[in-house]
Nanobody
Framework: QVQLAESGGALVQAGDSLKLACTFS?????IGWFRQAPGKEREFVVS???????YYADAVKGRFTTSRDNAKSTVWLQMNNLETEDTATYFC???????????????WGQGTQVTVSL
């Protein structure tokens, strides 16, 4: 069972930057970030393959960047120019697959809260 752990969530102001980290216990095909705001469905944010290939959701392109260091078993999510709409619980996930264009994952972390205030 792959273990994933997120860290770095915080309360920030609009326009600020924040960097989340996800540590993983074993290699997976890819690692992804999802987010879920209160009362809303879970939303895909970005994925990064073991080789570093990335895929971003349109909502975060140009503001969010993901990277990884396999030697440190860590994936990062750099979030810049945060907006109040980015407020959500952010989840790290492993072994993403896409069915009919919808991503899902086999392994999930517990989530870390990001709150963006005006």
């Amino acid at each position: 069972q792959v273990q994933l752990a997120e860290s770095g969530g915080a309360l920030v102001q609009a326009g600020d930057s924040l960097k989340l980290a996800c540590t993983f216990s074993e290699r997976t095909r890819n690692i992804g970030w999802f987010r879920q705001a209160p009362g809303k469905e879970r939303e895909f944010v970005v994925s990064i393959g073991w080789d570093g290939e990335t895929y971003y959701a349109d909502a975060v392109k140009g503001r969010f960047t993901t990277s990884r260091d396999n030697a440190k078993s860590t994936v990062w999510l750099q979030m810049n120019n945060l907006e109040t709409e980015d407020t959500a619980t952010y989840f790290c996930a492993g072994d993403l697959t896409w069915r009919r264009g919808n991503p899902d994952a086999k392994y999930w972390g517990q989530g870390t809260q990001v709150t963006v205030s005006l």
